[in-house]
């Protein structure tokens, strides 16, 4: 017979706290979800400044524009911690306009184990989104027509005793908010099941879209957006939160694409918030992670910092440009691990080589690609000293992008000198050359 078990423990933050609503049905068995609320007073003063910081969350729209007209590098300030909601209902992922956020799921505070039950199917296959290391992620249609994401923790983890990554998710995600990481709506406890609530990307991951699984490929200015976008967020975990927060699992499959080719970065079960002493120079800690993402440094020592996202990073940028997996194992000796394959084509002068084959060939292309792989080139250096913080990668993204839009800009007036130039030199030709006059009555056509 399953019993029930105690809640976790979460520690709130200044200004909140874990309140568990009353269930939709009497049964004491049935489960209730748990959300995080907010006072009103906090609610009000946060509202008051909302859209200035939904534009330093997001670091796009007009706060982007802003950026680019400087000629010195870009720096990105953030918020720590900052709400978007604006009442004690869970609200869902902000809409695609980056300086306002739209409402999400209602009621979700009052939703029992048989709602998610039955919002599932009953956990039905077809509803399967993902799955990995904590379990199977489902999507899930409440009862007034909301869609939100369902993770369903492995039952054979907590036979065995050990629901760490449960609640170190749930301890994770309550600490963060940021308009490119995955929003938390709430966590339910039912006898031996374990299910986190999350937003619901609808659009794949980028893993998928890079393997044409999803979309119609990304281009090189799309997957320029990306990678700021995932920079942000790895940048707020690492700078703005109360506790630094380490994701250890930084990789395609855990970058969600929205319908507007933008990223939000999930999957918090690796991550580790940082020990409170500020003397502290890393975290001795077991190694999680995934294999070709992991910091090789970390593997050995065992010890754990914020530049161990760095590198796996670092491989994130070269696989966005290549379009290949960290590890192929159906590849060339030579060609089995990509970063190492992409930094000696980018060190030969062979960056087209490196380039996926699904993006164009152009001048402007070519600039990006080789400008990503010497940053990533940065992030995957040997030792932690030599790697960039994130805030310089982002930094350093903003300024590629700069320069893209620039070459982009100059190619296009090109392009319309070349598209009006050739039509006079004809005319001229036609006349002094062939002594042809286009008149009323004639007209020169070319063959």
């Given at each position: 017979?399953?019993?029930?078990?105690?809640?976790?423990?979460?520690?709130?933050?200044?200004?909140?706290?874990?309140?568990?609503?009353?269930?939709?049905?009497?049964?004491?068995?049935?489960?209730?979800?748990?959300?995080?609320?907010?006072?009103?007073?906090?609610?009000?003063?946060?509202?008051?400044?909302?859209?200035?910081?939904?534009?330093?969350?997001?670091?796009?729209?007009?706060?982007?524009?802003?950026?680019?007209?400087?000629?010195?590098?870009?720096?990105?300030?953030?918020?720590?911690?900052?709400?978007?909601?604006?009442?004690?209902?869970?609200?869902?992922?902000?809409?695609?306009?980056?300086?306002?956020?739209?409402?999400?799921?209602?009621?979700?505070?009052?939703?029992?184990?048989?709602?998610?039950?039955?919002?599932?199917?009953?956990?039905?296959?077809?509803?399967?989104?993902?799955?990995g290391?904590?379990?199977?992620v489902?999507?899930?249609?409440?009862?007034?027509?909301?869609?939100?994401?369902?993770?369903?923790?492995?039952?054979?983890?907590?036979?065995?005793?050990?629901p760490?990554?449960?609640?170190?998710e749930?301890?994770?995600?309550?600490?963060?908010?940021?308009?490119?990481?995955?929003?938390?709506?709430?966590?339910?406890?039912?006898?031996?099941?374990?299910?986190?609530?999350?937003?619901?990307?609808?659009?794949?991951?980028?893993?998928?879209?890079?393997?044409?699984?999803?979309?119609?490929?990304?281009?090189?200015?799309e997957?320029?957006?990306?990678?700021?976008?995932?920079?942000?967020?790895?940048?707020?975990?690492?700078?703005?939160?109360?506790q630094?927060?380490?994701?250890?699992?930084?990789?395609?499959?855990?970058?969600?694409?929205?319908?507007?080719?933008?990223?939000?970065?999930?999957?918090?079960?690796?991550?580790?918030?940082?020990?409170?002493?500020?003397?502290?120079?890393?975290?001795?800690?077991?190694?999680?992670?995934?294999?070709?993402?992991?910091?090789?440094?970390?593997?050995?020592?065992?010890?754990l910092?914020?530049?161990s996202?760095?590198?796996?990073?670092?491989?994130?940028?070269?696989?966005?440009?290549?379009?290949?997996?960290?590890?192929?194992?159906?590849?060339?000796?030579?060609?089995?691990?990509?970063?190492?394959w992409?930094?000696?084509?980018?060190?030969?002068?062979?960056?087209?080589?490196?380039?996926?084959?699904?993006?164009?060939?152009?001048?402007?292309?070519?600039?990006?690609?080789?400008?990503?792989?010497?940053?990533?080139?940065?992030?995957?250096?040997?030792?932690?000293?030599?790697?960039?913080?994130?805030?310089?990668?982002?930094?350093?993204?903003?300024?590629?992008?700069?320069?893209?839009?620039?070459?982009?800009?100059?190619?296009?007036?090109?392009?319309?000198?070349?598209?009006?130039?050739?039509?006079?030199?004809?005319?001229?030709?036609?006349?002094?050359?062939?002594?042809?006059?286009?008149?009323?009555?004639?007209?020169?056509?070319?063959?």
């Amino acid at each position: 017979m399953n019993q029930t078990r105690k809640s976790p423990v979460i520690r709130p933050g200044p200004g909140q706290v874990w309140n568990q609503s009353s269930s939709s049905t009497s049964n004491s068995n049935s489960g209730s979800i748990y959300v995080l609320q907010r006072s009103q007073s906090e609610q009000k003063k946060k509202r008051s400044i909302f859209s200035l910081i939904v534009r330093v969350l997001t670091c796009r729209g007009d706060i982007a524009h802003v950026a680019e007209d400087h000629a010195q590098t870009a720096s990105i300030q953030y918020s720590s911690r900052t709400s978007l909601r604006s009442s004690k209902k869970l609200y869902q992922s902000a809409s695609s306009t980056p300086s306002r956020a739209s409402d999400g799921p209602q009621g979700t505070d009052e939703l029992s184990f048989e709602d998610i039950s039955k919002a599932t199917g009953n956990f039905s296959a077809s509803n399967i989104i993902g799955q990995g290391g904590f379990g199977i992620v489902y999507k899930a249609t409440l009862k007034n027509g909301s869609v939100v994401a369902i993770k369903r923790a492995k039952k054979d983890n907590y036979e065995r005793g050990q629901p760490v990554e449960f609640k170190n998710e749930i301890q994770t995600l309550s600490k963060i908010e940021h308009l490119n990481l995955v929003r938390f709506y709430g966590y339910i406890e039912h006898g031996d099941e374990r299910i986190i609530l999350v937003e619901y990307v609808a659009n794949g991951t980028l893993r998928e879209h890079l393997d044409g699984k999803c979309g119609n490929g990304l281009e090189i200015g799309e997957r320029l957006d990306i990678m700021i976008d995932v920079a942000h967020a790895i940048t707020y975990l690492h700078t703005y939160t109360d506790q630094p927060i380490i994701h250890r699992d930084i990789k395609s499959s855990n970058i969600l694409i929205t319908d507007k080719l933008r990223a939000k970065v999930a999957d918090f079960g690796f991550a580790r918030i940082s020990v409170e002493d500020p003397t502290a120079t890393h975290i001795s800690t077991q190694v999680k992670g995934t294999a070709g993402y992991l910091d090789p440094e970390y593997l050995s020592t065992y010890q754990l910092t914020d530049r161990s996202d760095v590198y796996s990073f670092g491989v994130l940028l070269v696989e966005l440009v290549t379009g290949r997996l960290p590890i192929e194992l159906n590849k060339a000796p030579s060609e089995k691990l990509t970063t190492k394959w992409a930094l000696q084509r980018l060190k030969g002068g062979e960056v087209v080589l490196a380039m996926d084959p699904k993006l164009r060939r152009n001048p402007a292309s070519l600039m990006v690609v080789e400008k990503v792989l010497r940053l990533a080139r940065q992030c995957v250096a040997p030792t932690r000293q030599l790697r960039p913080s994130m805030k310089r990668c982002a930094e350093i993204l903003w300024r590629i992008r700069k320069d893209f839009h620039e070459h982009n800009d100059v190619m296009a007036a090109a392009n319309h000198s070349v598209q009006v130039a050739p039509q006079m030199g004809a005319i001229k030709n036609r006349r002094e050359f062939f002594g042809i006059e286009d008149s009323g009555n004639q007209r020169f056509q070319s063959a």
